[in-house]
């Protein structure tokens, strides 16, 4: 499966993004998709993940509150939603699939076999 994640931009402290994750080639049924991101000079964080069966989702124990990740079954896409950025938010957010993990396993970025292009967010003070 291809990914596609897009809605990144630049924006100031305080506002909200929404981001989105399509696949081509195929539907997401049967996946586990994740949402990382990677800040400079820091080592790839995940942030949310979802099982597309069923819809269990799974927040990073330090992100909860701020974010949100969903699916749209009728349009095949996952979207992560950050209410009130900060500076620290300020990273490449990377959109990630697997069909072979389980649920314990969806934090861990070496777990995933499809990784999107990444979608950059830079968060001014």
């Known amino acids: 499966v291809q990914l596609q994640a897009s809605g990144g931009g630049l924006v100031q402290a305080g506002d909200s993004l929404r981001f989105s994750c399509d696949a081509s080639?195929?539907?997401?049924?049967?996946?586990?998709i994740g949402w990382f991101r990677q800040a400079p000079g820091k080592e790839r964080e995940f942030v949310a993940g979802i099982r597309w069966n069923g819809g269990t989702t799974t927040y990073a124990d330090s992100l909860k509150g701020r974010f949100t990740i969903s699916r749209d079954i009728t349009k095949n896409t996952v979207t992560l939603q950050i209410a009130t950025l900060k500076p620290e938010d300020t990273a490449v957010y990377y959109c990630a699939a697997s069909s072979r993990i389980i649920l314990s396993q969806i934090r861990v970025p070496t777990s995933y076999e499809h990784w999107g292009q990444g979608t950059v967010v830079t968060v001014s003070s």
């Open positions: 080639g195929r539907t997401f049924r049967g996946y586990n």
